[in-house]
């Protein structure tokens, strides 16, 4: 697609229940990054891929956190038993491989809120 | 821990003024920088990047960098209202480069008419 395509771009779910976050980067672009951003702060890394395999998950704040991206395109962020702290702006990027030194392009993001 | 360092402010500027935007960061090892743009309710937008030491332009903004000091800055010239957001600067990590980028907390402008 012609930009990163992130779904659903609001979400409001009950304190334990289990939601999914889909991301669509550019095509062609084999990085893809997620992030967070909490209110009043920058975006917060949360883990990076490398074509289908997570070449760094550091950024998941526990094991409620997990991400995939099954064939290099699509990912899905998979949050289980949700608290409210989790309420944030989840935010994909993607980028070429070549060109790291572009930066990134961010998705419109999917506002979590979780009551 | 890697930091990138910012004044939340807010920072005002009269219209057509310069404004300047500034940030540290703890890595050494950070190769490339970055400056999002981010207006209220929508994601970060790349506006500049810059990886050796100086000054480069695009437009009216000016990105600055300085490796000695660690600081890295964005002068925006003829401020305009549009211009009214707020900046994030980011730095990446001594890992290689691309996989894993901080960001700051962010500038709030406000470019006053």
């Known amino acids: 697609g012609a930009g990163v395509s992130q779904t659903p771009s609001n979400k409001v779910t009950e304190k334990g229940k289990y939601v999914e976050l889909r991301c669509d980067p550019i095509?062609?672009?084999?990085?893809l990054y997620w992030y967070r951003q909490s209110l009043g702060q920058g975006p917060e890394f949360l883990i990076y891929?490398?074509?289908?395999?997570?070449?760094?998950d550091s950024g998941l704040p526990n094991d409620r956190f997990f991400a995939v991206r099954p064939e290099g395109s699509v990912s899905t962020l998979k949050i289980q038993r949700t608290e409210r702290g989790d309420s944030a702006v989840y935010l994909c990027?993607?980028?070429?491989?070549?060109?790291?030194?572009?930066?990134?392009?961010f998705g419109s993001g999917t506002r979590l809120t979780v009551v | 821990q890697k930091e990138v360092e910012q004044n939340s402010g807010p920072l005002s500027v009269p219209e057509g003024a310069i404004a300047s935007l500034n940030c540290t960061y703890s890595d050494r090892g950070s190769q490339s920088f970055f400056w999002y743009r981010q207006y209220s309710g929508k994601s970060p937008e790349l506006i500049m990047f810059?990886?050796?030491?100086g000054d480069k332009e695009d437009g009216r903004f000016t990105a600055q960098l300085n490796k000695a000091s660690q600081y890295v800055s964005l002068l925006i010239r003829d401020s305009q209202p549009s211009d009214s957001a707020t900046y994030l600067c980011?730095?990446?990590?001594?890992?290689?480069?691309?996989?894993?980028?901080?960001f700051g907390i962010g500038t709030k402008l406000q470019v006053i008419p």
């Open positions: 990027a993607s980028s070429l491989m070549q060109g790291f030194m572009d930066g990134y392009t």
């Open positions: 980011a730095a990446d990590g001594d890992s290689g480069g691309y996989q894993k980028v901080t």
């Open positions: 095509s062609g672009h084999t990085a």
């Open positions: 891929f490398q074509g289908t395999g997570a070449a760094d």
């Open positions: 810059i990886y050796s030491n």
